[in-house]
């Protein structure tokens, strides 16, 4: 059994950062900026006034459920088969977004600086170093994600000091350029990557101590700020227009990247910082699947009955078109992962009134018939 309290909320928060940040950072970027334009950092803003409120009903759930496993709480609200329900559809969706999060890297992987290297292999390596790591516990995970964590804002902080020198902050204007109507529209890109939040409930029991409102603000203030820097910095060092027709461009300001005149191609820093995003949000993504099947810690069931289905689940993405790919995860999966775990947070804040069912909720027996029951048996 996993003992409760084992990660601080420190180190809950540098998750948050790298599994929430890598999405924020690199998948929303080309839809908003498609559909935004310069903008784009309004939407986001938008996004985190609307959805601060939000963090409230988060921390409703986190007390009624009073830090025990979500998995637990919810059979006894609901019962044994509404919980099966809700918990099944939760891992598959998970499934899907690692699944989409692996199929986005290697698709990276393969355009940018291994287009010889087969995508089968890419993602076998890539899905056995995942599952390597969704076969230890949440104390390991924290551990990578603190090493790997240090060097990506590192490098994150150099890429955007080494870049003044090419910024032009003028093309940031004229604000609201085609009014407020686009920016309410976008709005569901960035807050399609807060509402991940939400998935700290599935780890609570992790917790050292209870999350109070403040933690989750910071959570909140972190990921925008991880998404208002590579947009805007697009945005300042391409134009707005050029910036909505890269693929990545995130990766596209790290080719802008040098050292006086004989110093340049730094942007292989930015394969570390994707690939080890990538391996962290994949990794907790499954562990959080692995942990509400109960098989945290069962090395030959997580090999044996989640490996399988997620390899085929991600080799199934492989098989679509690269663009129809890129439309499905650029729009259609970010709307979708918003509507789900709204729903799902909605849901869950209406179970949270509910009151605990007491089987043993029974009329006690008065004495007279104790007494007229004890004389029947004696007849």
């Known amino acids: 059994m996993v003992k409760i309290g084992q990660i601080g909320l420190l180190h809950v928060i540098f998750l948050v950062m790298t599994f929430i940040g890598l999405k924020n950072h690199v998948t929303i970027l080309p839809p908003l900026l498609e559909h935004v334009k310069r903008d784009g950092w309004a939407s986001v803003i938008f996004a985190a006034i609307l959805l601060f409120p939000w963090l409230f009903l988060l921390l409703y759930i986190h007390k009624k459920s009073k830090q025990r496993p979500i998995k637990i709480w919810l059979k006894e ?16 969706f998970i499934y899907l977004m690692a699944a989409f999060t692996l199929r986005e890297t290697v698709l990276w992987i393969s355009s940018t600086f291994l ?8 993602i ?17 995970i924290v551990i990578v994600n603190t090493f790997v964590l240090f060097f990506v804002v590192v490098f994150g902080f150099y890429v955007a000091f ?27 890109y960035p807050a399609s990557g807060f509402i991940e939040i939400f998935l700290l409930l599935f780890l609570q029991h992790h917790f050292k ?71 962290v949000r994949v990794g907790l993504l499954l562990f959080i699947a692995t942990d509400i099947l109960n098989f945290t810690g069962d090395v030959k069931k997580i090999w044996k ?35 789900f775990f709204f729903i799902l947070s909605v849901l869950f804040g209406c179970i949270a009134t509910l009151k605990k069912k007491d089987p043993k909720n029974q009329i006690p027996k008065t004495s007279t018939q104790k007494n007229q029951t004890s004389e029947g048996s004696d007849t």
């Open 77 to 92: 609200k609901v019962g044994k088969i509404g919980s099966a329900i809700i918990l099944y559809s939760t891992v598959a």
């Open 115 to 122: 287009n010889q290297t087969p995508k089968l292999i890419l």
């Open 124 to 140: 076998a390596l890539y899905i056995i170093l995942c599952f390597l790591l969704v076969s230890t516990n949440i104390q390991t």
């Open 162 to 188: 080494v870049n003044i020198q090419v910024k032009d902050y003028n093309l940031l204007r004229p604000f609201f350029e085609h009014g407020f109507e686009p920016i309410a529209k976008g709005f569901v």
């Open 209 to 279: 101590s209870r999350m109070k409102w403040y933690h989750l603000a910071i959570m909140l203030f972190i990921l925008v700020g991880l998404t208002l820097g590579p947009l805007m910095g697009a945005i300042v060092e391409f134009g707005p227009e050029e910036a909505a027709k890269q693929r990545y461009p995130a990766y596209e300001e790290w080719g802008l990247v040098s050292i006086g005149r004989f110093i340049e191609h730094m942007d292989f820093l930015s394969i570390y910082q994707w690939l080890t995003g990538t391996f």
């Open 305 to 339: 009955y989640m490996l399988p289905p997620f390899f085929f689940t991600s080799l199934g993405l492989f098989l679509i078109d690269d663009s129809l790919f890129l439309q499905l995860n650029g729009n259609a999966m970010l709307i979708l992962t918003f509507a």
